[in-house]
């Protein structure tokens, strides 16, 4: 993802985190042109990450919040909320576990769900 938009504002500066070394110095690899400081963290501890005290115009969390157990999920939206610029962009893309199929709404994907498994596909 910021593969794609850092190129389109050249000058911003990143701040990139993650628990994991690999995957900073992955992240090294890819944003070459960036001006970027990366960050190894445990976002289950999200209060003490230490970012730049200005505000931040952007904030992108890919695929990474589903590995926090829902209380620390919210104490992150908390801490994006806190320190995003008002009117900043905050981009967020994730897997989200839907209510169970019978209270979910019209019951439509319940129904989806059964012609699914009759046809012998459960994915
Ligand atoms: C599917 S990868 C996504 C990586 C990257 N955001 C991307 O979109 O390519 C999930 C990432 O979540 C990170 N992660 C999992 N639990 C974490 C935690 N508690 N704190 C920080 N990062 C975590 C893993 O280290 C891993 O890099």
Known sequence: MEERLLPLRPNVRVVGV????????????????????????DLNDIESLSLPSAPLQAVIIVQTLHHLPHPKQREVYRFVHRHLEPGGLFLFMDRVRLPAAPTCGNGS????????EKAGNNS
């Open 109 to 116: 994907s319940s129904k989806r769900n059964t012609r699914a």
């Open 18 to 41: 993650d628990a994991s070394a690999a995957m900073l110095s992955l992240a090294k690899q890819r944003l070459k042109e960036a001006q970027f400081r990366l960050i190894r963290h």
